[in-house]
C-alpha cells in the first residue's frame, strides 16, 4: 500500500518518487479523503499486529496532517509531494515488529 501512495512513478533526473497520494490531492476533496482511507488501512494492519495506542496516535497524526495539507486545492499536492505520511508509518510499523517479533526482521541491504 505504502508504494502505490508513495512511490509508483520515479521523477527522472531528480530521482523522486510519487504515487497515488499526489495524484489524488488533484481531485478536490474527495482525492485526499481517498488517501486517508487506504492510509488509514494501514493503520487498521496495524493495529491487527497489536501496535500500542502511542503509535496509533502518531500514526493518525500523520494520516490526519496529510489529510489536511491535500485538501489545499491544486498547491496542497506540493507539500504533500515531501511530507510522506504512508512511508512514515510504514517504519514505525517495521521498527515495531523488528522489536516485538524479532523472527520476522528482514535485513535490509
Not at 491487527?48 to 497524526?61: D, I, P, V
Not at 504533500?80 to 505520511?85: A, Y
Amino acid at each position: 500500500m505504502e508504494h502505490m501512495l508513495e512511490g509508483l512513478i520515479t521523477i527522472p533526473g531528480i530521482n523522486r518518487k510519487f504515487g497515488l497520494d499526489v495524484i489524488l490531492d488533484f481531485v478536490p476533496v474527495a482525492g485526499p479523503t481517498i488517501a486517508a482511507a487506504m492510509g488509514g488501512w494501514m493503520m487498521w494492519e496495524a493495529r491487527n499486529l497489536g501496535m500500542t495506542k502511542t503509535h496509533m496516535a502518531r500514526m493518525a497524526g500523520n494520516i490526519g496532517i496529510d489529510y489536511l495539507l491535500g485538501l489545499i486545492p491544486w498547491i496542497g499536492a506540493i507539500p504533500d509531494f515531501f511530507f510522506r505520511s504512508n512511508t512514515r508509518n510504514l517504519k514505525m510499523i517495521k521498527r515495531y515488529m523488528d522489536r516485538h517479533h524479532p523472527s520476522t526482521a528482514i535485513v535490509q541491504g
